[in-house]
C-alpha cells in the first residue's frame, strides 16, 4: 500500500510539474502532438452534474452520450469526496482521488500474487516493474477508470482462483468477495467483461468441484444487488441507447436496441469474413504495421540523417504529420503513443 | 518485459521450484484466454486497440512477465525491469509532453517527483533487503511449502 502511494505522489507530482496552472484537460492534452478524448474527465462531470443537481445529470448531451453510458463508480468516489471541494479546487481534488484509485491496481496485483503463492521477492519486483511502467503512469493521470475496472478484477480472481488451483471450494464469504468485486469492476469499467468472461470459462473447467450451491447464490445475489440497480437507473432514470455496446459489440452506433443490432449484423457477415475479422484483432494485439514503419523511419533518420531524405512521414493516431521529425522528440512522441493507442501486447513495455 | 515470453520456454523445461507452477500458469491461461475472446467479441476486425481492451489482462501479463523474470534470474529480472522503467521515463518524462515541453514548468512539482522517484528506489531497495535478511534467517517463504 505505501508502495502504490508513493507511486501515486510520483505519477502526481509528473503531472503536475508539465503545467504551471493545472486544469483538468492537462491529462488528454499534454502526453501527444494530438490532444486524446477527454474520457477521463467524465466521471467528474457525472459527479458535478449530480452534486449540483444539473438538468445535464439525465438526457444526451451534445455528443448524443448519456452519463448512463459508462458506469458510475468513480463519479461515486468522487462524490463521496466532495467535501474536499471545500477545501482544494474541484479539478485537483478530482485528479488526486482519480489517481489514487487507480493506483490501488498495484495493492490488488500485490493481493493477488500473494493470496496464489508468489514468493515475496517475486511480488516485489512485479508490483514494482508495473509500478515503474509508462502504462500505468499515463493511465493513472490520464484518471479513465480502466485501472480502477483492474483492481476490482484482480480481487474477484484471487479467491477464485485460490480455490481452483488448491481444488477446494470457496465458501459464501470467498464467493461474496469475488462477486462483489466482479460487480464493481463492472461498475468501473464495462472493459472489466473482457477479463471476467474468460475467468468464468477457466473455473467452468472445475465448476462442479468448485461452487456449492449456496455460495453460488450467494454470488449471484450480491451480483444483482450491486449491479441491478445500475441497470435500472440506464432503463428508468437516465434512459440510454446501449450505444457503448453497439459500438464494440456491432461495430457502429445504430437507432435499433442492441440486441436486435447485434442479430443484424451477424446475420449480414459471412463466416469467413468473420474469420478474418477475428484474425485482423488477434494481430492487432501484437503489431500495428503502419506504426512500426513509422516508429522505424523516425528511428533511422534520428540515427542516420542520409536516410531522412528517403523516407515518407504520415499522420497516424495521437500524431501531427506536420509536427513529426527526425529527432528524439518525435521518436518519443511515437513511443507513447505505441502504448497508449496501439498494442496491448507491447503496451506495457 | 517482452523479454520473458521466449524465457517462458526456460521455465517450461525447468522441474525444480520455481518453475511454472500452476499458479503461474492460471495467470498466462486468463491472459491468453482474455485476448481470444476479446478478439472473438469486438465486432470489427482491427478495433482491438489498448484503448478498448481490459486493463486487468494487460496488468496480468506485465506481472506475469516479471514473475517469469524473476524466476529466470533475479538479477536478470532486475536489469529488466530498471531499463523498462528508464525507457518509460525516457519516453514519458524526458522526450514529452510534446507541444508543451517548452512552456514554463511547476519546479516544486517537479522537485517533488523527483524526491517521490528516490522515495520508491529507497522504499524497494529496504524491502528487498528486509526480504534478504528474513529468507536467510528463515531460509524459504512459508508459501513455497506448496510447492
Given at each position: 500500500m505505501a508502495l502504490a502511494a508513493l507511486f501515486g505522489f510520483l505519477y502526481l507530482s509528473l503531472l503536475l510539474s508539465y503545467v504551471p496552472k493545472y486544469s483538468i484537460d492537462v491529462p488528454a492534452e499534454v502526453y501527444f502532438e494530438f490532444p486524446r478524448a477527454h474520457d477521463q474527465k467524465i466521471p467528474l462531470m457525472f459527479a458535478e452534474a449530480i452534486h449540483d443537481r444539473?438538468?445535464?445529470?439525465v438526457g444526451r448531451d451534445s455528443w448524443g452520450w448519456?452519463?448512463?453510458d459508462r458506469p458510475p463508480l468513480q463519479a461515486g468516489f468522487v462524490l463521496l469526496f466532495s467535501p474536499l471541494w471545500t477545501l482544494l479546487a474541484r479539478p485537483i481534488a478530482y485528479q488526486a482521488i482519480a489517481t489514487a484509485l487507480q493506483t490501488s491496481c498495484l495493492i490488488a496485483g500485490w493481493m493477488l500474487l500473494r493470496t496464489l503463492g508468489f514468493r515475496y521477492r517475486e511480488t516485489l519486483l512485479a508490483v514494482v516493474a508495473a509500478g515503474a511502467s509508462g502504462f500505468l503512469y499515463y493511465n493513472s493521470v490520464y484518471a479513465w477508470p480502466k485501472l480502477l475496472a483492474a483492481t476490482f478484477v484482480l480481487v474477484a480472481v484471487a479467491p477464485l482462483a485460490k480455490a481452483f488451483l488448491d481444488g477446494t471450494r470457496p465458501g459464501p464469504p470467498a464467493a461474496a468477495i469475488s462477486a462483489a468485486a466482479a460487480a464493481l469492476a463492472m461498475l468501473a469499467h464495462g472493459g472489466a467483461i473482457y477479463s471476467l468472461v474468460p475467468l468464468a470459462i477457466l473455473l467452468c473447467l472445475r465448476i462442479a468441484r468448485l461452487f456449492s450451491l449456496r455460495a453460488f447464490a450467494i454470488g449471484a445475489a450480491t451480483i444483482v444487488a450491486l449491479y441491478g440497480p445500475w441497470i435500472a437507473y440506464g432503463r428508468?432514470?437516465?434512459?440510454?441507447?446501449d450505444r457503448m455496446l453497439k459500438e464494440h459489440l456491432t461495430g457502429y452506433d445504430s437507432p435499433e436496441p442492441f440486441g436486435p443490432a447485434l442479430l443484424r449484423v451477424y446475420r449480414e457477415t459471412t463466416a469467413g469474413d468473420w474469420a478474418l475479422e477475428r484474425v485482423h484483432n488477434v494481430r492487432k494485439q501484437f503489431r500495428d504495421p503502419d506504426h512500426d514503419r513509422l516508429i522505424i523511419q523516425v528511428a533511422r533518420g534520428v540515427h542516420d540523417a542520409r536516410l531522412q531524405a528517403l523516407t515518407q512521414l504520415e499522420s497516424s493516431t495521437g500524431i501531427k504529420a506536420e509536427r513529426l521529425r527526425f529527432d528524439l522528440v518525435s521518436l518519443g512522441a511515437l513511443l507513447r503513443t505505441d502504448q497508449r493507442e496501439i498494442c496491448s501486447g507491447r503496451s506495457a513495455c | 518485459m517482452n523479454l520473458a515470453w521466449p524465457l517462458l520456454i526456460l521455465l517450461l523445461l525447468r522441474?525444480?521450484?520455481?518453475?511454472?507452477?500452476p499458479p503461474l500458469v492460471f495467470l498466462l491461461a486468463l491472459s491468453v484466454l482474455t485476448s481470444v475472446w476479446w478478439s472473438i467479441a469486438?465486432?470489427?476486425?482491427?478495433?482491438?486497440?489498448i484503448a478498448h481492451s481490459s486493463f486487468a489482462m494487460v496488468l496480468i501479463a506485465f506481472l506475469s512477465a516479471a514473475i517469469i523474470l524473476a524466476r529466470v534470474s533475479d538479477r536478470l529480472a532486475m536489469i529488466v525491469v530498471a531499463a523498462n522503467a528508464a525507457l518509460g521515463g525516457v519516453s514519458w518524462v524526458v522526450l514529452g509532453p510534446g507541444p508543451y515541453w517548452s512552456e514554463p514548468r511547476n519546479n516544486l512539482a517537479a522537485v517533488a517527483a523527483v524526491a517521490g522517484a528516490a522515495a520508491i528506489v529507497a522504499f524497494t531497495c529496504a524491502l528487498f533487503r528486509a526480504e534478504t535478511r528474513i529468507g536467510a534467517g528463515r531460509r524459504t517463504d512459508p508459501l513455497e511449502n506448496r510447492a
Open positions: 444539473l438538468p445535464s445529470r448519456h452519463f448512463s428508468y432514470v437516465d434512459p440510454n441507447t | 522441474r525444480r521450484f520455481p518453475g511454472l507452477d469486438e465486432f470489427v476486425g482491427g478495433t482491438t486497440v
